[in-house]
C-alpha cells in the first residue's frame, strides 16, 4: 500500500464531492501568481497548493531534498529525484493534508500556501525535451485504415506485431488554456490537378493521454518491458490536434509533419503512476503473441474514463466523445520498451503520446475524423449548428478520470480555443 492513496484519507482543506482533486490524488504542476515566479504545487480540491512555501517551512528537510526543487518553473528536476524520493515528497504532502494534525500540522499556514485554482495562471508542467506519438488504439487504426483502404487492408501488417509510433514536434506542445490558430499549409482538393494552399479546412482534435519520462538512459541502453514502468512518472490529457487536409497530401511517404506539428495541448497537472496504482486492469487480449521484447505478465492498463466536449465560441458545450484507456491494445511498457530497444536514450520530461484512444462503439471514437466519417455523419450541437469538424471560435475540451470504491482520481481538463488562420 502506497501511504498516500489510503483510501480512508480525509483533508482539512475542503475538497467538493465529485472533485478531481481529493488527498488521494496530488498530482503535480507548475503555477505562478502576480509578482512571483513560477514554482511547484500540488491540487487538493479547489485549491493549488504552493509546495515552496512548504519547502521553506522545512516540512520536506528531513527527506533531504534541497528547497531549491521546488521553486523552479518546471517539474524536470523534482522528477529527476528518483522514483523513492518523489514519493517520500506526495506522502508527505498527504501528511500534511490529512485532518489528523499530530504529525504535520500546516494549518496555521494556510493563508500562504493555499490559493485558489481560479485565482492562478498554470503552467506547463515540464519542459520536453523529446516527443512522441504512438499509435496503438487498435479501435482507431482499424477506422482510420476502413476509411482509406478498405476494410480487408485496415490495419498494415506491421501494427499486430509493434506498437507504431514516429517523432514529433516538442515546441509546440502547449498547456491548457492556451488557444490554437488554425494552421496553414498546402492541400490537394478532391479531382484537383495540383495542390492549393490555405487554411486548414479539416481541423481535428485526437483524444489521447500522454505519459512524462521519469529516469534517464544512456545511448544503447533498453528499458525492459517489465521494468518500463519505473521508468514513467506520471500520465497527463493529451489533445494531440491534426489537421486532416495537411496531413493527407504531406504524409506519403515519411508520416506526420505540418499536419501535426502546429500544436498538442496537455493539461496542466500530472497524475503520479502511483496515484494511478489501485485502478490497474488487463488490456485487451494481443493475438498473436508479440515478440519476447514486448511481452509482459500482469495488470499494464488502467480504467481511466475520458470525454471530450465541442464548445462553441456562443453557446452550449456538447460532449461528443466517451472513451477509456484502457481500451488501448499496447501498454505504455511495451511502448517504452520497444522505443528503447534499438538504444535510443530518453531523458527525464519527454513525452510519451498514445495516440487517438477509441473505443468500438462509435459513441466512444478519439477523433471528429470518426465521429463524423469523414464529413458524412455530421454531429448536431445543442445550438442547431453541425460540425463535421472542428470550427474557428470552437473550444476543445478533454477531461479524464478514475473512480472506484468511492475515491476519484481525476486529471484536470485540456482545453483549447480555435482562433482564426493568420492570413
Not at 119 to 139: N, Q
Amino acid at each position: 500500500m502506497i501511504k498516500a492513496n489510503d483510501p480512508s484519507l480525509k483533508s482539512w482543506v475542503e475538497v467538493p464531492e465529485g472533485s478531481d482533486f481529493p488527498i488521494q490524488n496530488l498530482p503535480f504542476g507548475v503555477f505562478k501568481t502576480p509578482g512571483l515566479q513560477p514554482r511547484l504545487c500540488t491540487a487538493i480540491g479547489t485549491y493549488v497548493a504552493d509546495l515552496s512555501v512548504l519547502a521553506e517551512h522545512g516540512f520536506f528537510d528531513d527527506l533531504q531534498i534541497d528547497r531549491g526543487v521546488f521553486y523552479q518553473p518546471t517539474l524536470n528536476d523534482f522528477i529527476a529525484l528518483g522514483r523513492e524520493k518523489t514519493r517520500a515528497v506526495r506522502n508527505r504532502i498527504s501528511e500534511i493534508l490529512d485532518d489528523d494534525l499530530e504529525d504535520w500540522d500546516a494549518s496555521q499556514l494556510a493563508d500562504y500556501f493555499l490559493h485558489q485554482q481560479s485565482e492562478v495562471v498554470m503552467l506547463m508542467p515540464v519542459k520536453v525535451g523529446d516527443y512522441t506519438d504512438f499509435y496503438s488504439s487498435r479501435e482507431h487504426a482499424t477506422n482510420i485504415g476502413t476509411m482509406f483502404r478498405g476494410k480487408e487492408n485496415a490495419l498494415m501488417p506491421n501494427w499486430l506485431h509493434l506498437p507504431v509510433g514516429y517523432h514529433g514536434r516538442a515546441s509546440s506542445i502547449i498547456v491548457s488554456g492556451t488557444p490554437v490558430t488554425r494552421p496553414m499549409g498546402q492541400q490537394m482538393p478532391q479531382d484537383a490537378d495540383a495542390p492549393v494552399f490555405g487554411p486548414s479546412k479539416l481541423l481535428d482534435f485526437e483524444l489521447e493521454m500522454g505519459f512524462v519520462v521519469g529516469r534517464n538512459t544512456q545511448l544503447g541502453d533498453r528499458v525492459a518491458v517489465n521494468e518500463a514502468e519505473d521508468y514513467i512518472f506520471g500520465l497527463t490529457l493529451f489533445n494531440d490536434w491534426s489537421a486532416r487536409d495537411i496531413q493527407k497530401w504531406e504524409y506519403v511517404p515519411l508520416g506526420p509533419f505540418l499536419g501535426k506539428s502546429f500544436a498538442s495541448t496537455v493539461s496542466p497537472w500530472i497524475v503520479t503512476l502511483d496515484a494511478l496504482e489501485p485502478f490497474r486492469t488487463s488490456g485487451p487480449e494481443q493475438d498473436p503473441q508479440p515478440l519476447p521484447y514486448l511481452q509482459h505478465s500482469g495488470a499494464h492498463a488502467f480504467d481511466i474514463n475520458l470525454s471530450v466536449d465541442i464548445k462553441p465560441e456562443q453557446g452550449e458545450a456538447k460532449t461528443v466523445c466517451q472513451s477509456n484507456f484502457k481500451y488501448l491494445y499496447w501498454t505504455m511498457a511495451q511502448q517504452l520498451a520497444h522505443h528503447t530497444v534499438n538504444g535510443c536514450n530518453i531523458k527525464v520530461g519527454d513525452l510519451m503520446a498514445s495516440g487517438t484512444i477509441s473505443g468500438p462503439e462509435a459513441s466512444s471514437f478519439g477523433s471528429m475524423l470518426e465521429i463524423s466519417w469523414r464529413g458524412t455523419k455530421p454531429v448536431s450541437m445543442p445550438d442547431g449548428s453541425e460540425r463535421k469538424f472542428i470550427l474557428d471560435g470552437d473550444t476543445v475540451i478533454l477531461k479524464g478520470y478514475c473512480e472506484k470504491n468511492g475515491i476519484r482520481i481525476g486529471f484536470g481538463e485540456a482545453s483549447g480555443q480555435v482562433l482564426p488562420a493568420r492570413q
